[in-house]
């Protein structure tokens, strides 16, 4: 009932003029979004994508694919819909294929992320109010420019609130602060609300001192509530320096404007970084949540209950053929998946693959606990970074600014990746204007360093106090100057702290040790403070410098001993500004220090440099040279505090033995051998993760998720219990019945008490049923009949970056759980890079940030998907292209229309040819053709390489159907190929475009639904028809070319536009060609289509190919032919056509005059089998070859056919005939019956080709052996 009501025509009719009538902008859209809804319904009321596992045998396969469940602290965006179409294109042609197949998706709520937002939310309105907070303006940015120390000023700029509580908003009070922290502040000026423009506001602060630090602040003014400020601009916008007004550097004073920056009313764009600190009141405002349903969003529940609904709305609205009756949210907020997770963990523990102990992890101080990656604000897959701290002594007399620490042990803790080249150290690097704090390690011992240092080193035990570092005193790095040191190693007994303006505060203990001799940056700032002049500007003392040479530390045989000096000299290294030519030589040195080089100086001279690294390290400390320490390699914050960087902490946990020898050699056994990457760049990243993943904490204090069964005073972290999910989809229907909360028993009617330990080891592992289980055989074999039925997953798609975590814990949880079955891992994972739009990555602050929900509403699933599709398969970046997606809107439409109207009769740009026409070689063409087609696309999905399945299935469709429709604009086209090409069409876009193809499927009158049919199964490609038709069009092309070209290339005065065309075929290469291509195809490498390089000097060499003397022709006729090889393979040296190059012709002479007919031309003559002496163009016959006729345009009043050759062959049979000796007909049975026409036209090619001295008697040899034949 429902397909005759959607394909009638008179409903088509009606949604034509829906179309036609609505606003033209919006029309063809929404007639895409009735399409979508129309055929949602028609699969929801048949099930289609529901799946279980058969309950007798099965015999036409099985597939499996997931996609990582996605956070649901939010909406899910084009990001997510990009890599799940990957999933989606498969499942839905395996489904067409015939296999059982089974999509599921689930939704992850486990970790820090809702928790963190929730409890960020509470903070927003216990500080600025609710529903509608009175919000601080933006942190104050210095404006681009904006340094201006000659006016003596600063410009700032900064974004009005998001919400002043429902109150006006009248102005802004810019607050200066001068000097240090503890200095006085003051208004330098108000700035009404009306002097923005698109919220954003900029003011000059003038009478400002070159030199002097400073801080400025914004304040609101609000009508009727107090006003409140944004946090404190005190520092450079890399956060490492204070606030200084300075002259600015010569070489970027150039193109300064006068003035120095934008000036009160100066509608100046603030930094985009500003526009990055949105609360997450605004946050969730952005998703279109009312303010007073945000005020909900405080409980974490909420967001459970909230978020995971609207994401199945979103994606069921894309088209997701997924079995939605086993979705499910993750945390103890659903039992029966926390039972799961409970039972996976047992059976880790239980393995041995768990322990507890002091593990050094990235750590939360606001929230007490490691923060993995799914916890992170900043800094996802940052890792620990472990360095030895060089312990220098300060020597007496301390500086005066460390006075206080007299009698103390003061130690300047130099922070090195570098160990082993300490024996080379000349001086020690300090930042001039840097803060840096003494911190008490005992009552008798002080360590000196940066802040950030001394407060991951608090977390490791190296303080006395866990996490609290004792701070005595601060002070600048210019206050240090000079002070000498005693440092382990150095040769000298004494070096100095010299100034280094390069070095960063947030790397390291931001004192660093110098070795010029193999650093090439220590080599550039040594070799500058050598020069008097330099040393005078930074108030650097001779003897400070002057006494220290450089000391060779390691040699290696391409740099030598001094590997610094010899990089810098060779790249002309001038000063330690030249940043560039720093990192190449920095890059060089330590390459081939560390993999070449030999030690030369030290305690372990004539050990290659790897080895020496350890054992200088471990000597050190060992004698309390040194102490080492960790801190994250970047920038790392939480969700709950994202201001708050977090540290390297050595703390109790449970965590997972990743890296275990044993279990590191299974799952590398099972990555090389069984796991399909689809892409060796893939299968590179799983090698690299695999040989660095280790101990991962899987433990945690709070957040959500579900608690170790055994110590439950910790949560399991959100990684760790998303491993082997994908084996819970496959019973997760008959638990939970389809509730995603699981707060309702499903069809087995088990109760989450019921899932003990007992229970998933006999479904999941296979184990005997047992009647203690409390649960029917009957209900338990179902169940167990879904795991071993779907499992293993056959493919899993995600993003490159969870290989280093999820997508490589996913394999390490495998091989522990099913350790005796590796049947069960996974088969098969696919990756994907990010996707961009338009070619730049999504941000919320270019405009570009596009949900699923708001690209369905622009442009419609469809378009969408196939955008999607279009933008890339690849570990790069992908690229979704609006402009695609505009333009797919327009041509699904039209393509629609046009199948609809001509299958009707109703078309008026294509006609159907009357029943019982004859048949033309067109027809076969397009038949072929849509066959070589259908079999790409099918290999393009097969191999996840969906832009090419794309190109072929949508592109090349349409492509083949237009040239079918020009060559038979006269004749018509036969109805059943159009008809063909409707299903077809349908068949091969469902999985990109299904809701499209459902409708092209009723157009055609298919059964059912289209994501529900079948492939269809032709015969082979036959290639000879392919090659014809490659060269049919091909020449077509080339001769409108030629045509459109030709005036182009006339110099002189142009005369009348050709009007003919003469076209010389050759059925053979001259013999010189011949060897050309012989050899190229016996150095040819099908599976890459390239020539050996071996090849082309042989040439050079070739005797009987010197004797044509061809000079340069010959390699530049091999260089063409090779390039064709690129694109076509060996046939490009094939030595004949596999088809007649005439007969294709003359058969399509009504398509080629209509095609020319349009540039002007009224006739094409063609000449086969002629004699340069026998036409006017000698020369372009000559020119011609295979495949490759020569083409002669010229115009002419009259026309020039060919002139009429002398009778031969057929010609003389007939007039043998005509004479009255005997018919045609028995001449040419005659003729067949003996195979004589094959057999002398072979002979007469070869005696063509190889040119014997005597032709008459080679080929009467040649004839006189059996049959002719050779």
């Known amino acids: 009932e429902l397909s005759t009501q959607h394909s009638s025509e008179k409903e088509r009719e009606r949604q034509r003029e829906a179309m036609a009538t609505a606003p033209k902008s919006t029309a063809r859209r929404d007639f895409l979004h009735s399409l979508e809804e129309k055929a949602q319904k028609k699969w929801n009321a048949a099930n289609v994508f529901e799946e279980d596992a058969p309950d007798g045998k099965w015999d036409d396969g099985k597939f499996m694919v997931t996609f990582p469940y996605p956070y649901m602290n939010g909406k899910l965006h084009l990001g997510h819909a990009f890599s799940l179409t990957k999933a989606e294109f498969s499942a839905s042609f395996y489904r067409l294929q015939g296999r059982k197949v089974l999509f599921p998706f689930g939704f992850h709520c486990t970790g820090m992320p809702i928790q963190a937002a929730a409890y960020k939310l509470k903070n927003e309105y216990e500080a600025y109010g609710k529903p509608l907070p009175n919000f601080p303006p933006s942190p104050p940015e210095v404006l681009k420019d904006g340094m201006d120390a000659e006016g003596g000023s600063i410009s700032i700029g900064w974004r009005a609130p998001t919400c002043t509580g429902g109150k006006t ?71 490492k320096k204070d606030l200084l007004l300075l002259a600015p550097k010569k070489d970027d004073s150039k193109d ?24 997450q009141w605004d946050i969730l405002r952005s998703m279109g949540i009312t303010a007073e349903e945000a005020v909900n969003f405080v409980d974490p529940t909420y967001w459970l209950t909230y978020f995971p609904p609207k994401g199945m709305e979103d994606l069921k609205r894309f088209g997701l053929g997924v079995d939605w009756r086993r979705s499910f949210i993750t945390t103890d907020f659903n039992p029966y998946y926390d039972q799961f997770v409970r039972w996976q963990f047992q059976k880790l523990r239980q393995g041995n693959f768990i322990a507890f102990g002091k593990r050094p992890s990235i750590f939360s101080e606001a929230d007490k606990q490691p923060c993995m990656d799914h916890d992170r604000d900043k800094g996802e897959g940052v890792n620990p970074q472990e360095y030895t701290a060089i312990k220098m002594r300060v020597l007496e007399p301390l ?102 303006t390069t070095i960063s505060m947030t790397k390291g203990t931001a004192i660093v040790t110098s070795v010029p001799s193999d650093s090439p940056d220590d080599y550039a700032a040594f070799m500058d403070l050598k020069n008097p002049k330099k040393r005078e500007f930074y108030g650097v003392k001779d003897e400070w410098i002057d006494p220290f040479e450089l000391v060779p530390v390691l040699e290696t045989p391409d740099l030598g001993p001094l590997s610094a000096k010899f990089m810098c000299e060779k790249l002309k290294v001038q000063s330690q500004k030249d940043v560039e030519k720093l990192k190449e030589a920095h890059d060089a040195c330590y390459t081939s220090g560390f993999y070449k080089g030999v030690m030369t100086s030290g305690p372990f001279v004539g050990m290659t440099v790897q080895e020496a690294k350890v054992k200088t390290k471990e000597k050190m400390v060992k004698e309390g040279e040194a102490i080492t320490y960790l801190e994250p390699e970047n920038l790392v914050t939480p969700r709950s505090t994202p201001d708050v960087e977090c540290v390297v902490a050595l703390v109790d946990q ?134 071993e039925f779907w499992y293993p997953m056959d493919l899993r798609v995600s993003g490159k970056d969870l290989v280093p975590n999820h997508l490589t814990m996913s394999l390490y949880n495998h091989a522990a759980v099913w350790a005796d079955r590796p049947e069960m891992w996974p088969r098969g994972f696919f990756c994907n890079g990010h996707v961009q739009v338009d070619a730049e990555k999504m941000s919320k602050s270019k405009g570009n940030f596009i949900t699923l929900s708001g690209a369905i509403e622009e442009w419609g699933a469809d378009a969408t998907r196939l955008t999607c599709a279009d933008a890339g398969d690849g570990t790069d970046n992908a690229n979704y292209n609006r402009v695609v997606a505009d333009r ?68 090349g469709m349409q492509d083949a159907r237009d040239k079918y429709r020009t060559g038979t604009a006269q004749i018509g086209a036969l109805q059943e190929l159009v008809q063909q090409w409707g299903e077809w069409q349908a068949l091969m876009m469902a999985p990109i475009t299904p809701h499209w193809c459902e409708e092209i499927w009723e157009i055609v009158g298919g059964k059912g639904c289209v994501v529900r049919a079948r492939w269809p199964t032709p015969r082979q490609e036959d290639p000879k028809i392919s090659a014809a038709g490659q060269y049919l069009f091909g020449l077509t092309h080339a001769l409108s070319t030629a045509v459109v070209n030709k005036d182009k290339k006339s110099k002189g005065p142009q005369g009348p536009k050709p009007n003919q065309v003469n076209l010389y075929l050759a059925s053979s290469f001259p013999r010189w060609k011949v060897l050309v291509l012989e050899l190229l195809l016996a150095h040819f490498d099908a599976a890459t289509k390239t020539v050996d390089e071996k090849v082309m000097p042989m040439f050079k060499s070739h005797a009987e190919l010197n004797s044509f003397n061809k000079g340069k022709q010959v390699a530049q006729f091999a260089a063409q032919m090779r390039d064709e090889a690129k694109e076509k393979g060996a046939s490009a040296f094939a030595l004949k056509m596999p088809f007649d190059e005439a007969a294709i012709i003359e058969e399509n002479r009504e398509y080629l005059g209509s095609t020319l007919g349009l540039l002007g031309i009224k006739a094409i003559h063609l000449y086969t089998g002629y004699s340069p002496e026998e036409v ?84 009467s040899e040649r004839l006189a052996t059996t049959n002719g034949r050779k």
């Open 169 to 239: 908003l009248s102005g802004f009070k810019v607050l200066v602060r001068a000097g240090a922290d503890d200095a006085a502040w003051s208004v330098a000026a108000q700035v009404a609300a009306a002097e923005g423009e698109d919220g954003q506001y900029s003011y000059t602060v003038s009478g400002l001192s070159v030199g002097t630090q400073y801080a400025f602040q914004i304040e609101s003014v609000v009508e009727g509530a107090a006003g409140v400020q944004s946090r404190v601009l005190s520092k450079t916008a890399d956060g």
């Open 256 to 279: 300064k404007k006068a003035g120095g920056g934008a000036k009160k009313g100066v509608k100046s764009k603030v930094a985009a970084k500003t526009g990055g600190l949105m609360s």
């Open 399 to 500: 500086p005066e600014v460390l006075a206080p620490l007299a009698g103390k042990q003061v130690f300047a803790l130099a922070g090195t990746l570098r160990p082993e080249t300490m024996c080379g150290q000349t001086n020690a690097w300090i930042l001039p204007e840097g803060t840096y704090g003494a911190y008490e390690i005992s009552p008798t011992v002080v360590y000196l360093c940066a802040a950030r240092a001394a407060r991951n080193m608090s977390f490791q035990d190296i303080f006395p106090k866990w996490g609290e570092p004792k701070l005595l005193l601060t002070f600048k790095g210019e206050q240090m100057l000079g002070a000498a040191v005693k440092s382990p190693l150095t040769p000298y007994d004494r070096i100095y702290m010299l100034p280094l």
């Open 654 to 787: 449970w965590y997972l033995k990743y890296g275990e020898e044993a279990w590191q050699a299974a799952v590398g056994k099972h990555l090389e051998k069984d796991l399909e990457c689809f892409n060796p760049a893939v299968h590179k990243l799983f090698r690299e993760a695999l040989a660095w993943l280790g101990d991962w904490a899987c433990s945690r204090s709070f957040g959500l998720g579900t608690r170790m069964p055994w110590d439950e005073a910790f949560l399991i972290e959100s990684l760790s219990d998303s491993t082997i999910y994908m084996s819970y989809y496959l019973v997760a229907h008959l638990l939970q019945g389809g509730n995603l909360y699981g707060k309702e028993t499903g069809p087995a009617k088990i109760t989450p008490e019921q899932c003990t330990e007992a229970f998933w080891d006999c479904i999941m592992l296979g184990k005997p049923y047992n009647p203690s289980l409390g649960l029917k055989k009957e209900l338990v074999e179902k169940l167990k009949r879904e795991i």
């Open 888 to 955: 797919t809107i327009l041509a699904l439409t039209t393509e629609m229309e046009w199948l609809s109207s001509t299958l009707s009769g109703s078309g008026k740009d294509t006609k159907l040819r009357a029943k019982g026409a004859p048949k033309v070689w067109l027809d076969a063409w397009f038949e072929n053709e849509m066959i070589r087609l259908l079999h790409l696309t099918a290999e393009g999905y097969r191999t996840i390489r969906f832009r090419e399945a794309l190109k072929t299935a949508f592109y």
């Open 1176 to 1259: 006017p163009q000698p020369e372009v016959l000559t020119s011609a070859a295979p495949g490759k006729p020569g083409i002669h345009l010229f115009f002419d009043e009259q026309m020039q056919p060919p002139k009429p050759r002398a009778a031969t062959g057929a010609a003389a049979a007939g007039a043998a005939a005509a004479a009255g000796a005997v018919s045609v007909e028995e001449m040419m049975s005659y003729l067949d019956e003996h195979d004589v026409a094959r057999v002398l036209n072979e002979a007469v090619n070869d005696l063509a080709a190889l040119r014997p001295a005597e032709p008459f008697k080679w080929l």
